[in-house]
Each structure stands twice: as C-alpha cells, then as structure tokens.
C-alpha cells in the first residue's frame, strides 16, 4: 500500500513496490517525488518519520528536522523588530533535514540504491506536466517570489509576461535539481565502485550533501540571499533516531513523536478523552464535540507552554503531562455545559514529583495558580487584531504525508514539510529552502523550552501516527494541516475506534477545527499568534440543533465544507489478513494497493 498527497508520487511508491522494493523504499520513493513537485514541501524542508520494524516488532521514531543555524539567536531577531522570527525567506530556514532523513532511512531499514528511489523524482525534475494547483500557487507567490534571484529563475517560467508562472500542464522543468541529484547518485556509484556496500554508499551521498560541493553551493546561496546557514552547521546536523512517546487508549497503543513535535498533544488528549464515554454522546453531537474541544483546549495550552527540543535544557515535564492522574485532574477541569475561554497551561510537576519552576512566569503572564483545582485561570484577551480568515489560513499551512506498508510487516509513517511555494531557492542546487524558524518562540514567557538557539530544533506541528493493537499494527496515519493536524488526528481515531467506521469513513467524516491555541506558523506580530477562545470552524453539514446547543455554550461558530486537512491511513485487518488504505477527499491526495 502506497498513500501520499500526489497521484505521481503515489506512482511512484506504488513503481518501487512493483520492482521488489519494501515500505521504507517505497516511502523514500514517494519522499523524493512530493519535494520535486513543491506544492508543499521540497527537498530543503524537514521529515519526520514512524517506522514499525517487524523484525523488532518495535515502533523507531526519526528526527530529521533541519537545526537553527549560527547567529539564530533572539536578539538577533528582535534587533530587526521580530516578535518571531520570519515567515519567508533565508532567515525562515533550519538546515536541510529532508535529504539527510530519506537517506537514513534508506540506508537502515530500505533495500534498494538510492538510485532506485530517486529515479522517479529525477524523472519528475527532467521534466513534468505541472498541476494547476501548484501552477497557480507559484502564480499568486510571484511578487515575493521575485526577491529571491534562483527562485525567479526556477519558478517564473514567463518573465515579463500577464501570467509569469507556468500553466497548468507545461512541462515544467528543473535542471539545477536534477543535477543535484545526479550528483548525489554519482557519490553513490562512485563509492559501490569501490567495493562499498549498499548502506555506505548511501552514506557517501549523504556526505555529498553537508559536507561537500552541494553544501558549499547551498551554504553560498543561502549567504547570498541573506542567510545565516554555515558549512558547520551543515556537517554538524544529523537525524536521530529516538524512542517514541506512546499512551494506551482502550486497549490501542498510541505512538508519536517526542515533544519537539506537537505530538504529545494527541496523548495528551486521548489520556483526557478516556475519562467520558465519548460514544454513548454520539459520533458530532454538541456533547462530543464541546468535550473534545475543550480536552484539546487543554491540551493545547500545555504544548503551548511546555514542549520543545528535550536534547536543550530546560527539561520538558513529560512524565507529568503523559500520566494518567494529570489527565484526570486536567479532565476535572471541563464545564460540561459551557466552553471554558480561560484555559491556560496546567502544573504537571507534581506528578513526577516536583516543583513547577515557571510559576511566577506563568503569573507574570495574567495566569493566576488556583490551588484548589491546580489550574492557571488566564485573564481573557477579547482583541481580534487578525482576522479570522487570516487566522485560520495559518491553522491550515500545508505539508503532506507518507504511508507505505508491506507484505512483510514494513510500515512507515511520514509527515514531510518545509520549502513550501513561495521558497526562497538556495544557489544553483535547485534546493528550497526550509520555513520553519517561525515555530521558534522569542520570548521566554510564551515558552521557555522552545526559544531560538542555535543548534537547536523548533517546536514543530508535524506528526505521523502509529498505532498498534495486541501487539501488532493496527493504524498508520497522518495529515496535513499546521496546528489542524493533533486536532484531525484525533477525531479520525475516535471515528475508528469508538464509532466503528472504516478507514476511508473515517478520513472523509466532517469534523471541527478549534482556535484556542496560540499559532505555531504565520506573521511576525504577537498578536498574529494569539488564541481565539471559543472559535471554531465546523463542517457546513452540522445539524441545526447542533449550531443552537454549542451557541448557549459560548462558541463562535464558522462553517466550511472542508475541515480537515487530507488524511491519509492503512488498516491492518488481521482477521482477514489485509491493508486497507484511506485517502480523503480534501485534496489531491491519492493511494495506490497492490
């Protein structure tokens, strides 16, 4: 089974199978091809990854998310009059983590060359009829497109004219990227010339990449245009591979990454969810979505606060916020009648038997300890200085997703992002380059665990999902969407596991988007990122009484016909012994079974 967001990337997942590639080759096949066609991501961007090893019969976590680069300190930022750092451009770029996690991956747990797996995407770089959705992307980026000299270059194929991007079905082309390829597939032949074996002559490409040529024309580039990206920062960076956070929701193993992701707020909220009895309230009543918002409320102001990179100090209060008691106490919390617009970060320390040492901070910022309840009640901040639909455009920055599984027990869960239109290309490698400084904070009281610092990995909102039943797989899944993705997740799992939907039900069925969480993407302005208490987005379908019962509980409703992101998934039906792919119908995309 090969799911991602591109009919020809799934193509290409569906090809590798086909020449006796595994679920790992096939996911780097797939990899490659959705960063060559840059709707969403590209190659300078970061992958996150699952991957169920049936060898092991363990779930590996991969963190290939690019670092920020020397110089990235708040001071910096601050000094050119950030609040965050930059949405666009050079100094919105990490290192490349992408090329250096599809190698890994490859080179540990795949079994063809990395020649095999980029094949596809180097067919797609020679030249492909380009999407309109891409097309026109590229099109309404122009303006900024225009400031950085090797994207005008790639992207505006019709320089000076009406429209100066390509249209839809021109055969788009992108020699730089090719040949960055090709030089990574030299570095490979040259090193199996050598008598090296198939994982170390991966490893030669990848050296290719951070340490030479390509690195020194991408380092270049990027100082050109006005990053801050060095030859050091390039050769230091490396994925990691790490043990994934997990929580047990009725009998069903839940698996994510750790808290430099918005993964643990997914826990978070099942840990919260298992105290109601979610399918007796009834599949979108006004009951069940007013009690999963408000458990994502929580749960939200807890990311919010707490996580960031664990490998810098402060130390995040994992324990805490994963343990059952904390999410009982936390549950205890909800108004079963109205939504709560002042929720605020929990004190999960002393449930790992310590003393919260941001108190002082968290009431320097209006949140006040109630001892009684253990909960910071904020004072509510009614200004709406953004608007709504700018703010929910910025909930929804895209990405994709990756799944792949296969006959012998292989399964791969990657939610890819970064160097999404309008990129910022760096040099002559064909390469954009990653967004993602933004997530960084600057200022320590919004969190003091995810503050800008080289070297360090921001707080990120991509999350692949795994989860396993009895021991064995029983659901990969993902989704696109910004700060939408824990939210979608969510409900998709409930969807299969409390109502008993199939996988493709499930990724199709309307669900709700909340806005009380600070941003993790968008403008540069505090006020940009601020929570909207009681705001949510609902599916245009929502019963009438629905609407009139969650107005009495204070919610300001808006209405969409799409609220999710794309997900995609693969059911393992072990009684019969089979895959069952899910792709929903928000998107392009696509999944191919054989």
């Given at each position: 089974?090969?799911?991602?967001?591109?009919?020809l990337?799934?193509?290409?997942?569906?090809?590798?199978?086909?020449?006796?590639?595994?679920?790992?080759?096939?996911?780097?096949?797939?990899?490659?091809?959705?960063?060559?066609?840059?709707?969403?991501?590209?190659?300078?961007?970061?992958?996150?990854?699952l991957?169920?090893?049936?060898?092991?019969?363990?779930?590996i976590?991969?963190?290939?998310?690019?670092?920020?680069?020397?110089?990235?300190?708040?001071?910096?930022?601050?000094?050119?009059?950030y609040?965050?750092?930059?949405?666009f451009?050079?100094?919105?770029?990490?290192?490349?983590?992408?090329?250096?996690?599809?190698?890994?991956?490859?080179?540990?747990?795949?079994?063809?060359?990395?020649?095999q797996?980029?094949?596809?995407?180097?067919?797609?770089?020679?030249?492909y009829?380009?999407?309109?959705?891409?097309?026109?992307?590229?099109?309404?980026?122009?303006?900024?497109?225009?400031?950085?000299?090797?994207?005008?270059?790639?992207?505006?194929?019709?320089?000076?004219?009406?429209?100066?991007?390509?249209?839809?079905?021109e055969?788009?082309v992108?020699?730089?990227?090719?040949?960055?390829?090709?030089?990574?597939?030299?570095?490979?032949?040259?090193?199996?010339?050598?008598?090296?074996?198939?994982?170390?002559?991966?490893?030669?490409?990848?050296?290719?990449?951070?340490?030479?040529?390509?690195?020194?024309?991408?380092?270049?580039?990027?100082?050109?245009?006005?990053?801050?990206?060095?030859?050091?920062?390039?050769?230091?960076?490396?994925?990691?591979?790490?043990?994934?956070?997990?929580?047990?929701?009725?009998?069903?193993?839940?698996?994510?990454?750790?808290?430099?992701?918005?993964?643990?707020?997914?826990?978070?909220?099942?840990?919260?969810?298992?105290?109601?009895?979610?399918?007796?309230?009834?599949?979108?009543?006004?009951?069940?979505?007013?009690?999963?918002?408000?458990?994502?409320?929580?749960?939200?102001a807890?990311?919010?606060?707490?996580?960031?990179d664990?490998?810098?100090?402060?130390a995040?209060?994992?324990?805490?916020?994963?343990?059952?008691?904390?999410?009982?106490?936390?549950?205890?919390?909800?108004?079963?009648?109205?939504?709560?617009?002042?929720?605020?970060?929990?004190?999960p320390?002393?449930?790992?038997?310590?003393?919260?040492?941001?108190?002082?901070?968290?009431?320097?910022?209006?949140?006040?300890?109630?001892?009684?309840?253990?909960?910071?009640?904020?004072?509510?901040?009614?200004?709406?200085?953004?608007?709504?639909?700018?703010?929910?455009?910025?909930?929804?920055?895209?990405?994709?997703?990756?799944e792949?599984?296969?006959?012998?027990?292989?399964?791969?869960?990657?939610?890819?992002?970064?160097?999404?239109?309008?990129?910022?290309?760096?040099?002559?490698?064909?390469?954009g380059?990653?967004?993602?400084?933004?997530?960084?904070?600057?200022?320590?009281?919004?969190?003091?665990?995810?503050?800008?610092?080289?070297?360090?990995?921001?707080?990120?909102?991509?999350?692949?999902?795994?989860?396993?039943?009895?021991?064995?797989?029983?659901?990969?899944?993902?989704?696109?969407?910004g700060?939408?993705?824990?939210?979608?997740?969510?409900?998709?799992?409930?969807?299969?596991?409390?109502?008993?939907?199939?996988v493709?039900?499930?990724?199709?069925?309307?669900?709700?988007?909340t806005n009380?969480?600070?941003?993790?993407?968008?403008?540069?302005?505090?006020?940009?990122?601020k929570?909207?208490?009681?705001?949510?987005?609902?599916?245009?379908?929502?019963?009438?009484?629905?609407?009139?019962?969650?107005?009495?509980?204070?919610?300001?409703?808006?209405?969409?016909?799409?609220?999710?992101?794309?997900?995609?998934?693969?059911?393992?039906?072990?009684?019969?012994?089979?895959?069952?792919?899910?792709?929903?119908?928000?998107?392009?995309?696509?999944?191919?079974?054989?």
């Amino acid at each position: 089974m090969a799911i991602t967001g591109k009919p020809l990337a799934a193509t290409a997942g569906a090809m590798t199978f086909q020449k006796g590639g595994n679920a790992v080759d096939a996911a780097c096949a797939m990899l490659a091809a959705t960063c060559t066609m840059w709707d969403v991501l590209s190659w300078g961007g970061e992958t996150q990854a699952l991957i169920y090893n049936p060898k092991t019969k363990k779930v590996i976590a991969l963190n290939a998310m690019g670092v920020a680069p020397t110089g990235a300190t708040p001071e910096f930022f601050k000094s050119k009059g950030y609040n965050f750092p930059p949405e666009f451009g050079p100094l919105a770029a990490t290192t490349p983590g992408t090329p250096g996690g599809l190698m890994h991956m490859l080179a540990n747990y795949g079994t063809m060359s990395l020649e095999q797996v980029l094949a596809p995407a180097m067919d797609l770089a020679a030249g492909y009829p380009i999407d309109a959705q891409t097309a026109n992307s590229i099109e309404r980026g122009k303006d900024r497109i225009k400031e950085w000299p090797y994207s005008k270059k790639v992207f505006l194929t019709h320089p000076g004219e009406k429209r100066e991007a390509p249209n839809a079905g021109e055969i788009f082309v992108q020699k730089d990227l090719l040949q960055t390829l090709t030089k990574l597939v030299e570095a490979e032949r040259a090193a199996l010339k050598k008598g090296k074996s198939r994982k170390d002559a991966i490893m030669a490409a990848y050296d290719r990449f951070y340490t030479g040529d390509i690195a020194q024309e991408f380092v270049r580039g990027s100082k050109e245009q006005g990053g801050l990206i060095t030859m050091q920062d390039m050769a230091k960076w490396k994925p990691l591979e790490e043990e994934p956070l997990s929580v047990n929701y009725k009998g069903i193993e839940v698996y994510k990454l750790q808290q430099w992701t918005q993964g643990p707020m997914m826990l978070q909220a099942l840990n919260i969810l298992e105290n109601f009895d979610l399918k007796k309230m009834g599949y979108n009543s006004a009951q069940y979505i007013h009690t999963v918002y408000q458990a994502m409320s929580l749960a939200f102001a807890d990311r919010d606060f707490y996580y960031g990179d664990q490998r810098f100090a402060p130390a995040e209060p994992m324990k805490g916020l994963l343990s059952d008691a904390y999410a009982k106490q936390r549950a205890g919390l909800i108004k079963m009648d109205q939504n709560n617009p002042t929720i605020g970060p929990g004190d999960p320390y002393p449930f790992e038997g310590k003393t919260n040492p941001y108190l002082q901070m968290l009431k320097n910022r209006g949140y006040e300890l109630d001892t009684t309840k253990r909960n910071f009640a904020p004072k509510h901040d009614t200004r709406n200085e953004s608007s709504l639909a700018e703010y929910q455009e910025r909930l929804w920055l895209g990405t994709t997703t990756v799944e792949a599984a296969d006959k012998e027990g292989w399964v791969v869960s990657i939610t890819p992002s970064g160097g999404w239109l309008p990129a910022t290309i760096a040099g002559n490698t064909g390469i954009g380059m990653s967004q993602r400084m933004q997530s960084f904070v600057l200022d320590a009281s919004l969190n003091p665990f995810n503050v800008v610092e080289p070297g360090k990995r921001p707080r990120v909102t991509l999350t692949p999902s795994m989860a396993l039943k009895d021991g064995r797989p029983y659901l990969s899944f993902a989704v696109q969407g910004g700060d939408t993705q824990e939210q979608n997740l969510i409900q998709f799992f409930l969807n299969m596991a409390e109502f008993g939907m199939t996988v493709q039900q499930a990724s199709e069925a309307a669900n709700f988007n909340t806005n009380q969480l600070w941003l993790s993407l968008g403008g540069t302005k505090t006020d940009d990122r601020k929570p909207k208490p009681g705001q949510i987005l609902l599916n245009d379908t929502t019963p009438e009484e629905v609407r009139v019962q969650l107005k009495k509980m204070g919610y300001i409703m808006t209405f969409d016909d799409r609220t999710s992101g794309p997900i995609n998934a693969i059911y393992f039906d072990w009684k019969h012994g089979s895959f069952w792919g899910g792709s929903s119908n928000h998107g392009e995309d696509y999944g191919i079974g054989w």
